[in-house]
């Protein structure tokens, strides 16, 4: 049963919310053959490239409480910080220097990174560096400063949806934030033409098999350019410090259902799949996986970007990282490649 669906995925049909369950409940004895699927699926779009995000954690001030997130505004024990806009750009340098051509600013919800001044960082990156493509992930706002941001040159946009479901969404968030206003963030986004980003936690609390089979419909639906997803990893000063982390190997393979259901998407093996487990992003890479995600931020505050516990890589220099993963990527049998990486718009 399990080979039919998966077969009828990979052809281009669209299976069932219960269908989609099945294969999460069996992934057991499916994963071995979802995973050469969606590997042999991604090359037929992407060759054997591995592409590298140069991450920019620029800073860890937020105005927002979700009950996972260890930098959340009630986490009175994170050492805060903020890198000026001259220390993003030489970071960003760097970071072009050994080959980045994707930059994703990432950071919590700040008030000091006003549109005037987000828009002159994004603005100073284009002006330097035309080929790179400058990734956004900071959190919501309004669909006049995403407008701006645009404007000024940024290209994608990252911003998880964390779940598909109202009521798990209400779970994991307190009630000052809302649902309807993630979605309406999204659907701004795609409308400004921006590379959209969406994503989930893996075993997040209080997500259900179902859940995950309704994620697997949200993004076929959404038909997002890139998805991210990595396992949930409590953070001890957070009201979700004493659930269980998610799984590398419910990750991997929801990874694989991914892909064979949108072929062309840019999935990342993400850090949190690393942490859960050593060979994680390999085995994300080999799951269906195309995308790193390494840090540039500057050594001095990488420990302190902890959104969870245990986070790898948070003491290594961006050149030792990137070495590390074109070692590890190599005994894949892909390659990390020097590109934008745009997503593909038909196959090679
Ligand atoms: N474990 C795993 N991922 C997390 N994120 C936030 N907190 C955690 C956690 N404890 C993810 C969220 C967010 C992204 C930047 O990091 O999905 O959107
Ligand atoms: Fe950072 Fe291996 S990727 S040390």
Not at 107 to 125: A, H, I, M, Q, S
Not at 193 to 214: I, N, R
Not at 252 to 259: A, D, E, K, N, V
Not at 321 to 338: F, N, S, W, Y
């Amino acid at each position: 049963m399990y080979k039919k669906l998966l077969e009828r995925l990979s052809a281009g049909d669209e299976l069932t919310r219960d269908e989609y369950l099945y294969l999460i409940r069996h992934r057991d004895e499916a994963r071995d053959e979802a995973a050469a699927m969606a590997r042999a699926l991604c090359e037929e779009y992407y060759g054997r490239s591995v592409f590298i995000r140069g991450l920019i954690e620029f800073t860890n001030i937020c105005r927002n409480n979700c009950f996972y997130c260890g930098i959340r505004a009630g986490n009175e024990k994170c050492e805060r910080y903020r890198l000026t806009p001259e220390e993003i750009i030489t970071c960003a340098d760097n970071g072009y220097s050994l080959g980045f051509r994707t930059f994703v600013l990432q950071g919590g919800e700040d008030p000091y990174f006003t549109d005037g001044v987000l828009c002159g960082v994004v603005r100073e990156l284009k002006r330097r560096h035309p080929d790179a493509a400058v990734t956004l992930s900071v959190g919501e706002r309004s669909r006049e400063s995403y407008a701006a941001l645009r404007e000024a040159g940024a290209d994608r946009y990252l911003l998880r949806h964390e779940t598909s479901n109202r009521r798990h969404y209400e779970k994991l968030h307190p009630a000052s934030m809302s649902f309807d206003n993630r979605q309406r963030c999204i659907d701004d986004l795609k409308e400004l033409g921006y590379q959209v980003g969406v994503g989930f936690m893996v075993g997040s609390p209080y997500q259900t098999e179902e859940d995950l089979a309704g994620e697997m419909i949200y993004l076929r639906d959404v038909k997002p350019d890139m998805v991210g997803i990595g396992p949930f990893v409590p953070h001890h000063d957070t009201p979700f410090g004493a659930f269980d982390a998610g799984s590398a190997e419910m990750t991997t393979f929801l990874l694989s259902l991914i892909r064979l259901t949108l072929p062309d998407v840019l999935l990342p093996a993400t850090t949190a799949l690393g942490t859960v487990d050593p060979a994680g992003r390999e085995k994300g890479i080999l799951a269906g996986a195309n995308v790193l995600m390494p840090n540039l931020s500057p050594a001095g505050v990488r420990g302190k970007y902890l959104l969870y516990d245990n986070k790898i890589c948070t003491g290594d220099e961006a050149a030792a990282c990137i070495e590390c993963l074109k070692a590890r990527i190599k005994k894949t049998g892909r390659e990390i490649v020097t590109a934008r990486g745009d997503r593909a718009e038909r196959r090679i």
